[in-house]
């Protein structure tokens, strides 16, 4: 148990590291229920605390659901999955940069809203970085719903194109919905 409570320290200040060295760069979004935007300038369950009220939460509620797990705050570890898990399922939206995809959102179930949310997000992002010529094939996005990966065949533009709400209306008309 040390071990890992280490590791997850060292990996902590290791990712405030990174954070601090990126020149104010934004590489996290939660997007609200009513498709609000906000960029995430620490790690996500800094940000949640930090803004409690806004997710339904207080931040003592989240302190105790750390004490709970006995992890430190802001630790991310299981403490955090459960915070997260409550917040997607009052619809907000997540999305962090990661090396492995480039971006990764994660929510509690596609709908036609939030694929329209996400559309705004993709195409804020291509608009303010100039990216919008970005070759189809490149800035991959993987959509995670819950604890499953939904797909990972998503890019930037794809989104920013409608992609998602395409594959929504598929998944409703394959239902007969």
Known sequence: M??????????????????????????????????????????????????AENFGWTFNRILKVFKKYKETFPIEGKARDEIFRNIYSKNWIRIRYDH???????????????????KDWALSLLMVNGA??????????????MDKILDEGFTLRGIAEGVLQDKYIQKKESRGN
């Open 2 to 51: 040390y071990v890992v409570n280490l590791w997850q320290k060292i990996h902590c200040k290791w990712r405030l590291w990174v954070a601090s060295k990126t020149s104010g760069d934004v590489h996290a979004w939660w997007i609200s229920p009513e498709g609000v935007i906000y960029e995430v300038r620490t790690t996500h369950i800094e940000f949640t605390s930090a803004h």
């Open 132 to 145: 919008w010529n970005v070759p189809k094939g490149k800035r991959a996005v993987g959509l995670n719903d």
């Open 100 to 118: 492995s995809v480039e971006y990764m959102i994660a929510l509690n179930a596609l709908t036609e809203s939030k694929a329209g949310f996400i």
